[in-house]
């Protein structure tokens, strides 16, 4: 597999979906913070997730999940999947994106790559292990994330 990308850019400044489920029930939204490189002699992807956020319970309920790469004009559509709630609203009309298969989770036919990710590992991340100024600035009026990792099985260009 190969993967040519600015990962720091793509994930600080143009974002990408993280999506979970399947094609008959799945839930998506925007992710800036994650990581790629090696565990375990795998190509792995790292992503978090709150525990507030709808999608939290589809990756945990499933074994599979997708981070997706757009173009920049998909960045106002990304903005509003990040900022609403799967639960109150059907995201997925208000968006226009097109939903595809892919391996046993989902991606949208829009995404310049997609990676296909098979779960390996889920922690939830301990403030006590996190300088004051993050707990402050990140979690002093949120919930806590829980780390994903998850390993890259296949990439849809």
């Known amino acids: 597999?190969?993967?040519?990308?600015?990962?720091?850019?793509?994930?600080?400044?143009?974002?990408?979906?993280l999506t979970a489920g399947t094609k008959d029930k799945f839930n998506?939204?925007?992710?800036?913070?994650?990581?790629?490189?090696?565990?375990?002699?795998?190509?792995?992807?790292?992503?978090?997730?709150?525990?507030?956020?709808?999608?939290?319970?589809?990756?945990?309920?499933?074994?599979?999940?997708?981070?997706s790469f757009y173009p920049e004009e998909y960045k106002k559509i990304l903005g509003v999947?990040?900022?609403?709630?799967?639960?109150?609203?059907?995201?997925m009309n208000e968006s226009?994106?097109?939903?595809?298969?892919?391996?046993?989770?989902?991606t949208f036919k829009e995404a310049e790559v997609t990676l296909v990710c098979k779960k390996l590992f889920r922690q939830k991340l301990d403030e006590n292990n996190m300088p004051k100024e993050v707990?402050?600035?990140?979690?002093?009026?949120?919930a806590s994330h829980d780390m994903y990792i998850g390993e890259v099985?296949?990439?849809i260009k």
């Open 28 to 67: 998506t939204m925007t992710i800036s913070w994650g990581g790629m490189g090696t565990l375990w002699g795998k190509p792995v992807v790292t992503s978090y997730v709150r525990t507030s956020r709808y999608t939290h319970d589809f990756m945990d309920d499933n074994d599979y999940f997708t981070v």
């Open 135 to 142: 707990v402050d600035q990140f979690y002093a009026d949120d």
């Open 96 to 106: 226009g994106l097109t939903a595809e298969e892919a391996f046993e989770s989902v």
């Open 81 to 91: 999947l990040g900022s609403k709630s799967g639960r109150d609203m059907d995201k």
């Open 1 to 17: 597999m190969e993967f040519n990308m600015d990962i720091f850019s793509q994930f600080d400044k143009k974002w990408a979906l």
């Open 153 to 155: 099985v296949e990439i």
